[in-house]
């Protein structure tokens, strides 16, 4: 079809496709970063997958009736079938790639004007298949089993983020705007001291939320799903908000997304954590430091540091003043003498003194 014989309605048909199979490429994508497929063939999934995007985000009419964009199409039904024949074992791959070959059928039909029955939602099916294998018990999995089920939600978390990523690109796209707006990333952490460095930092500047067990719903998400998407990552974000109201949205909107993107992140995994496991742990220290640094300053604290700094002095005087009057008895009468008649009585004085304030500390009890 010639460029100019391309409807409006139509050219946004064949964008859906383009996006359709772009989440599609994203999607084995992440297979291939799982499972080592060859080089070549992760390198061509991968140039693939950035040239549908340029489709799908705002292909021009002159662009989607090229031969290029076909040939796009005609390769992603290619590349994911060579895909689906490497598999042994079932994986979520068996519901995707069906998606993908009608996609290519749908552009192809929409260019030549002939009737399309609907473009597959990719996204709706990788949701689909997220929840189907989320659904299996673990427990009766085999080691292999385990690490397949994990490779298959981590290449359905890329192609939902794929997904999500897009449409806000797409909306941006089609919004005037005076300014640029940055696009936003899952920022993933792949230093442990850095990230424990930050939580600590976070703590003490008193931007993380009272409630030690506040992150566990958002990691269990983690460990369930091997993946956080936008919207747990925006759920985190609004609940981190109300708990923390002093600081600011944006600051805590980009700290909830680099906590769980580094829950999911394979460079914090180890053979005795997963990576959810190490943000687990990195938070509860953060949070035993925050316990002991509120404890040090709480009046509680203070009321019993000093009832036993005063129980302490009150039992260290009366040998300090046995000591002075042994050396007092061998000396004979002059100014160091009369010195320490002088701190004798000083002393007397001061322990009297704390034994009356520790009198009336037992007696008051820890204030509160």
Excluded at 150 to 160: F, N, P, W
Aim: glycine share 4%; charged share 25%; net charge negative.
């Amino acid at each position: 079809m010639n460029a100019y014989e391309l409807t409006d309605t139509t050219v946004q048909q064949l964008q859906r496709v383009a996006t359709n199979m772009h989440i599609g490429v994203r999607y084995l994508e992440g297979l291939s970063l799982s499972l080592n497929w060859k080089a070549d063939f992760a390198q061509e999934i991968k140039e693939l997958g950035d040239k549908l995007y340029r489709f799908a985000l705002d292909g021009s009419p002159g662009e989607l009736a090229s031969t290029a964009f076909m040939d796009a199409m005609r390769e992603g039904s290619r590349l994911s079938s060579r895909a689906w024949s490497s598999m042994l074992e079932k994986t979520s791959l068996d519901a995707v790639m069906p998606g993908i070959t009608k996609l290519e059928g749908a552009a192809e039909n929409l260019l030549n004007n002939l009737p399309c029955e609907g473009t597959p939602n990719l996204k709706t099916i990788l949701l689909s298949e997220r929840e189907r294998v989320v659904s299996a018990n673990i427990d009766d999995l085999t080691p292999f089993e385990r690490l397949k089920h994990q490779h298959d939600l981590k290449a359905i978390g890329t192609g939902l983020d794929a997904a999500d990523h897009i449409e806000s690109e797409r909306a941006e796209v089609s919004t005037p705007r005076i300014s640029v707006k940055v696009s936003a990333l899952n920022v993933e952490f792949v230093n442990e001291p850095i990230l424990r460095s930050w939580v600590n930092a976070m703590s003490i500047r008193g931007a993380l939320p009272a409630n030690a067990d506040f992150f566990e719903p958002f990691l269990e998400h983690v460990d369930k799903h091997f993946h956080a998407d936008q919207s747990i990552c925006k759920k985190l974000g609004e609940a981190w908000m109300n708990a923390c109201p002093q600081v600011e949205p944006e600051g805590l909107s980009v700290a909830a997304t680099a906590i769980l993107a580094s829950a999911c992140s394979s460079r914090l995994e180890s053979l005795e954590h997963s990576a959810a496991d190490s943000v687990r742990n990195i938070l509860a220290e953060a949070y035993r430091e925050m316990s002991a640094r509120n404890t040090k300053l709480s009046p509680v604290h203070e009321a019993k540091s000093q009832s036993e700094e005063l129980g302490a002095l009150a039992v260290q005087l009366p040998k300090l003043a046995d000591q002075l009057a042994w050396v007092e008895r061998d000396l004979a009468y002059g100014a160091a003498k009369t010195s320490i008649q002088e701190l004798l009585k000083t002393m007397e004085r001061v322990s009297e003194k704390a034994e009356s304030l520790l009198r009336e500390e037992n007696a008051e009890g820890p204030r509160p």
